[in-house]
């Protein structure tokens, strides 16, 4: 079947940096997409992975291994306002969408 | 004002009552899409539609319906509403052409509680 696994919720310290893992199973592959949710908001696109290596966009990255089935956010100098849950979903042979529960990301001062 | 909107924003019913949550876009895409959001579980594709001729189940269909009435526009109906379809609903638009990813652009979500 097909399956995404991302921690649940993750706490962290203002300015500080985390990395929010993903692996996925998926019926062939194409792309692997992180989003931003803050409570009672839709989903914001951050990133898309299809290609192996590291995406850097101002204070965030995105990690893909396909050959693990594996990818990371790496969120830099952690702001309050990044308290949210982020998504991650992976594209199968089809361009359908498998999601993720996501991982809440609590920011502490 | 958004490129995605849905109306209602909360909407409390009565099971058994038919229910319709619209969206409605101005972003020009061709694909939009009906996704539910339960506590600690990821998005569900109920149905999506890739332009006005064309609609497709998603993984949870049942108990819902669509109607793609224009390019803009894509309703979910639900015809008899029952207490487990209590949830938060968004409807989405994607162009894969536009882009390299096809991202998702969601409304603002439709909470809708049956009681």
């Known amino acids: 079947g097909q399956n995404i696994d991302q921690p649940t919720e993750m706490t962290a310290t203002e300015g500080a940096i985390v990395q929010i893992n993903c692996t996925y199973q998926t019926s062939g592959f194409n792309g692997l997409f992180w989003y931003q949710q803050h409570a009672g908001e839709a989903p914001t696109f951050l990133s898309y992975?299809?290609l192996d290596g590291l995406e850097e966009k101002g204070r965030f990255s995105s990690f893909l291994s396909r050959s693990k089935g594996y990818s990371y956010l790496l969120l830099k100098e952690l702001q309050m306002k990044d308290s949210a849950s982020y998504l991650c979903?992976?594209?199968?042979?089809?361009?359908?969408?498998?999601w993720g529960a996501g991982t809440k990301l609590i920011i502490k001062p | 004002d958004a490129d995605v909107t849905q109306t209602p924003r909360n909407r409390i019913t009565k099971t058994g009552k038919r229910i319709m949550l619209e969206c409605s876009q101005t972003k020009g895409h061709d694909r939009m899409y009906w996704y539910r959001q339960d506590p600690g579980l990821g998005l569900q594709l109920i149905y999506y539609s890739f332009d006005v001729k064309d609609i497709n189940k998603g993984e949870i269909s049942d108990g819902y319906s669509v109607s793609r009435q224009a390019q803009a526009k894509f309703s979910l109906s639900l015809e008899s509403a029952i207490p487990n379809q209590t949830a938060l609903y968004f409807c989405?638009?994607?162009?894969?052409?536009?882009?390299?990813?096809?991202?998702?652009?969601f409304g603002e979500g439709s909470r809708l509680t049956v009681l």
């Open positions: 989405a638009t994607s162009d894969p052409g536009q882009g390299e990813s096809g991202e998702l652009f």
């Open positions: 992975n299809v």
């Open positions: 979903a992976a594209m199968d042979s089809n361009y359908q969408l498998i």
